[in-house]
């Protein structure tokens, strides 16, 4: 177990909703980072937050938005779903220590847009 | 040209085999790199880092080439739980991941 949660693990949701992901990072982590994975893809980066900040963002549009709290969990949120948004959405946390620090992902949480 | 890529794959391998997964990746400026497993419908974990000096763990080996921008994982006498998806992964100096698309292996008994 990685100790990063991530919920809920499966959502259906239709096209036009807003979604909300949560993540809890591992203890002692302060370094939350969202991908999004599609079928047959590798994860790609939407955004890192760092000290309740974002700190990095990938090619994603507006409407995906995210927060880190004071003990670092962190929510991601999109608005205005689309079919394509049809993902695996991971969360990972790490702690800033240097290049090689590693990320523990969460187990993920699956959306589904109809 | 895609920040990682990988070889497409699939591999399809018997128990016992040698097998090797190639990445080259475009960012001169990457910092660390790593191979990372993915089962099917599961997350991501970190299999091993990579560095310049090389290094092993076990059956597996890992190279980096930082003049190619050249990264490597061999795998000996594959086990039927070694099927999963690899990912070659490579991180900048502001901690995002970059992954490639994955390949694919499934070691046959």
């Known amino acids: 177990e990685t100790g990063v949660t991530q919920s809920p693990t499966h959502l259906i949701k239709t096209r036009g909703q807003q979604v909300t992901l949560r993540c809890s990072s591992q203890s002692g982590h302060n370094t939350v980072s969202w991908y999004q994975q599609a079928l047959g893809q590798g994860p790609q980066f939407i955004f890192q937050?760092?000290?309740?900040?974002?700190?990095g963002r990938g090619n994603f549009p507006p409407r995906f938005s995210g927060l880190q709290f004071p003990n670092y969990s962190s929510e991601l949120n999109v608005n205005a779903l689309e079919l394509d948004d049809s993902a695996l959405y991971l969360c990972a946390s790490s702690r800033r220590q240097g290049a090689g620090t590693e990320a523990f992902f969460g187990q993920g949480t699956r959306l589904t847009v109809v | 040209r895609k920040e990682v890529e990988q070889d497409p794959g699939p591999f399809n391998v018997p128990e016992g085999a040698t097998v090797a997964f190639n990445c080259t990746y475009s960012n001169s400026a990457s910092q660390s790199f790593f191979w990372y497993r993915q089962d099917c419908r599961k997350e991501p974990k970190l299999l091993m880092s990579?560095?310049?000096s090389g290094n092993e763990d076990g059956r597996f080996t890992a190279q980096l080439n930082r003049a190619s921008q050249y990264i490597s994982l061999l795998i000996r006498d594959s086990k039927l739980s070694d099927s999963a998806t690899y990912l070659c992964?490579?991180?900048?100096?502001?901690?995002?991941?970059?992954f490639g698309k994955g390949t694919l292996l499934t070691v046959n008994p």
């Open positions: 992964v490579v991180r900048g100096s502001n901690y995002k991941l970059t």
């Open positions: 937050y760092y000290r309740e900040e974002e700190n």
């Open positions: 990579v560095y310049s």
